[in-house]
């Protein structure tokens, strides 16, 4: 989300992060990942957009933009700030343009910005791989606005499900992950 237009504001020992959206489904979205990272959110309705920010905590301290996009991070951009035109994703850019080439090109989605600023991703293959990335649709989500994950053959999504199966998983809780893996 540093990446895109949010914006992170200090007090004292906390800081929170704060974006401007425009559907009442992202604010939803964003307090439902927010949520599974231990943090509240506060909203606003300002004209015609919503203003989300989290709770100020001790975690968000010292949170800055990425040096490199997952699909977990990928997913808070998009959820504030993505959109799906004719065919592509238009991701909204903050002052971070340089930043934001640079986290997309070892995804595969690298883009051509554009006035907004925005970054433009065009093609069937990097739209699918981005749908890939962020997972499926919230919810509240109009189903136009999330861009379409690939079918996949059943034998394929089986091997997958195989795999998961032999290897151990470790999943960090909330309180041991660092304050970059828990948001952007």
Known sequence: MLVGAAHVTTMGGTARVSVKVDAAWRVHALAAE?????????????????????SYSTALKGLDPPS????????????????VVEGSIVLRLGNNHALARRALAPLGLDGAIERGPAIRIDGAEKVARLADLIGQRPPLAPERAWP???????????????????????RK???EAEPSERLV
Do not use: N, Y
């Open 68 to 83: 490199f996009l997952d699909g977990c991070r990928l997913r808070l951009w998009f959820t504030a700030a993505g959109r």
């Open 173 to 175: 809780r909330v309180e």
């Open 34 to 54: 927010f949520a599974a990272r231990g943090l509240s959110i506060a909203w606003e309705q300002i004209q015609d957009a919503f203003l989300v920010h989290t």
């Open 148 to 170: 379409k994950r690939r079918e996949r053959p059943a034998v394929l999504d089986r091997l997958v499900q195989l795999e998961r199966l032999q290897r151990p998983v470790r």
